[in-house]
């Protein structure tokens, strides 16, 4: 598949400062006879001829690599998404599933009103999503809340640690999560929405390909970094789906997933679609590196533990990535002080396309120094 990261860069036009430079003065000298000395104030106006050109041809430069989706940004590339009929997807609201107990059974239903609050931590709280009605003689109800401020500041709480009831409910003991927030996001990446656009023909089939359900899973929700799709068995579609951060997604995101999935102008009419969670593959990070003599240890400390970080990051938000040590490898011979390196793990391993590799653990050590 054709990959916009392999096209050509291109210019509209040459915006060399030293190749104008060159042509101004030639032409000046021209049509004057005369080449202005240094110090010389036509030589100073001169080149602020050329600056100015300089800004106006890279201004052009800017103008027309808009028009193309590899390098437009911001408003210009939500109007070539629309020529597509893609459009940016909104921050939206971390969700849980909530657990609301009575303080005893009663003879008569109970109500929670939609938008009964529950707090987290400051000025962070959960709404719950729609009326709940505990019939009588029952003591507990299940429901969505949604986070009060979108984005990701919702993301990452554990199961208990939204308990504070904000709207007390006559007969309500505890209100309390039972999942961990997910799904907040914040508004969709022009990286993530470039990549969207450029997607955005696989939705055109009405035969169920798979770009198809990986096109409709990704524009469900920004929050979703990765998708694929697979079928397990006949009249049956598996769709993984991986969160910013490589976080692996529970239950609560699924419902959205699938209703995006599921409508008549998506899923055929024999194909039954269920979103999956990918399965982690575990691995361990051991790494040992020698310094260059001379090299400072804190400054080199600080670049090879930032490596680690981004091969962590780039190893985990890619579906069937295959764990690679020879990333990590290049990302640490990177750093100018490191003489070599021994990466005692991970080894390398498969990935299939509905697992994501996940770390559980790094050890990094300087073992000492030696000469270049």
Do not use: H
């Not at 009575?102 to 999503?129: Q, V």
């Not at 308990?163 to 505890?174: A, C, E, F, L």
């Not at 804190?298 to 533990?305: E, T």
Request: include cysteine; glycine fraction near 8%.
């Amino acid at each position: 598949m054709l990959n916009l990261a392999d096209l050509p860069e291109i210019d509209f036009v040459e915006a060399d400062a030293q190749n104008i430079e060159k042509t101004i003065f030639a032409l000046y000298t021209s049509v004057t006879g005369r080449n202005p000395a240094e110090g010389d104030p036509i030589r100073l106006f001169l080149l602020f001829i050329c600056d100015v050109l300089i800004r106006m041809l890279e201004k052009l430069n800017y103008t027309g690599k808009q028009n193309l989706l590899k390098y437009a940004e911001g408003d210009k590339l939500e109007n070539l998404g629309a020529l597509v009929g893609v459009t940016r997807i909104p921050a939206s609201s971390a969700s849980a599933a909530f657990q609301i107990r009575l303080s005893e059974a009663r003879d008569k239903e109970t109500i929670i009103p939609k938008g009964t609050r529950i707090g987290a931590e400051g000025d962070i709280y959960f709404l719950t999503a729609n009326d709940v009605v505990i019939t009588a003689g029952n003591t507990s109800a299940q429901v969505t809340c949604l986070c009060n401020v979108k984005g990701v500041t919702g993301n990452g709480y554990k199961p208990g640690e939204i308990s504070r009831i904000i709207d007390p409910v006559p007969y309500v003991k505890t209100i309390e999560n039972i999942s961990t927030s997910e799904g907040g996001s914040d508004v969709e990446t022009d990286a993530a929405l470039r990549e969207r656009i450029f997607e955005a023909p696989e939705s055109y089939s009405c035969a169920g390909p798979e770009g198809q359900y990986i096109f409709q899973a990704k524009s469900t929700n920004s929050a979703i970094i990765d998708a694929a799709a697979y079928s397990p068995s006949p009249g049956v579609v598996n769709v993984v789906v991986l969160l910013t951060g490589g976080i692996i997604p529970e239950n609560t995101i699924f419902g959205e997933i699938e209703e995006k999935l599921s409508g008549k102008t998506v899923r055929p009419m024999c194909e039954k679609v269920e979103v999956v969670a990918p399965e982690p593959v575990s691995y361990q990070i051991d790494v040992r590196y020698w310094l260059k003599n001379g090299a400072d240890p804190a400054s080199v400390s600080a670049d090879v533990y930032k490596a680690v970080e981004e091969y962590r990051m780039w190893q985990r938000t890619r579906l069937g990535r295959d764990i690679n040590p020879d990333e990590l490898i290049y990302r640490l011979k990177s750093i100018g002080g490191v003489k070599r390196v021994l990466i005692n793990s991970p080894e390398f391993v498969q990935v299939k396309e509905n697992q994501v590799a996940q770390d559980k653990g790094v050890s990094i050590a300087m073992t000492g120094s030696e000469d270049e």
